[in-house]
């Protein structure tokens, strides 16, 4: 199996694998099987949910509208009903793609869409809870030097971030066959650069990240697939092994996930849909039964 080490030096950073079909083979991954079940519909006042994190208490989440919404954050149950909106003060929504949960319990933003690669005012907003007050961490990206960069080279849009011990792990949302990259920003509010740390080769584009309680398993969400990685928590920095696969979803815009207990998932999508996703069973497992019945 595949180890992808986040930690690599930038020298030894290629693709190793090159994707070759539209499923989940040629990734290093095991390809398994996901039960879906729809528990839910978005609230009317969130028209394009664009993200997923946990939110005050266990069953509810935070979620987002996409690009030039209100700057504000909205609490949902799985069934969608709305529980609280939350004005973040001092931000704007220019292009606000995913959120996530630091350490310390804050709500972090990713306002870091950038579908032409021509913005210069990337930021993650740091939102706590308690104060009401808001930190930003202002970036830009270190390889990235024309605003926009050639066509071939339009890889600084993203969509999916995590916080990992002090540090925000950002995935590039690709519109080229280059591998995805993976970029490390220090929390601290102020002007930061994200440091390009490693390449992941995986095809398509990744529109959501999360990473579980135990901070061993990290998921990625693309249009049609979703990957697992198993995370090493005793490193200091993210450290990431293909794990499993899934076909999901192909055509729909599902651009939030975060972890429920266990193996299971929570998805939302731009049509309004909330999604409970759980592992059932390795395609092999599938495979082998189908083959055990026709004999």
Sequence with gaps: MLKISIIAALATMTSLLSPVEKDCTGFGFQEV???????????????????????????L????????????????????????????????????????RDGAGNICIGDFGNNNN???????????????STEIVFFAYEDQESFPPLKSEK???????????????????????????????PDQPGEQIAKKIAEIPLEGMITSAAINKDNNQL?????????????????DQLSLTPL??????????????????????????????IIEAELSKSKNTEKAKTGSQKK
């Design 33 to 59: 099987v996901y039960t879906f079940k729809q528990t839910g519909t978005m609230p009317k006042q969130v028209n394009e949910s664009s993200s997923l994190t946990h939110g005050s208490a266990k069953d």
């Design 61 to 100: 989440f935070y979620t987002n509208n996409d690009s030039g919404g209100k700057p504000v954050v909205y609490e949902i149950n799985k069934k969608g009903a709305l529980k609280d909106s939350i004005i973040i003060p001092d931000a704007n929504n220019v292009d606000w793609e995913d959120l996530t």
């Design 118 to 132: 021509k913005r210069k005012n990337l930021r993650i907003y740091k939102y706590n809870p308690v104060s009401k």
């Design 155 to 185: 890889d600084f849009d993203c969509e999916a971030f995590v916080w990992y011990k002090n540090n925000f792990y950002l995935f590039s949302k690709n519109r080229s066959t280059n591998p995805v990259k993976v970029y490390m920003i």
């Design 219 to 235: 998921a990625l969400l693309s249009y049609g697939r979703i990957f697992i990685f198993k995370s090493d928590n005793q490193k």
């Design 244 to 273: 499993y696969c899934t076909p999901f979803a192909i055509g729909i815009q599902s651009e939030g996930i975060e972890y429920l207990d266990g193996n299971k998932l929570i998805i939302s999508n731009e049509q309004g849909d």
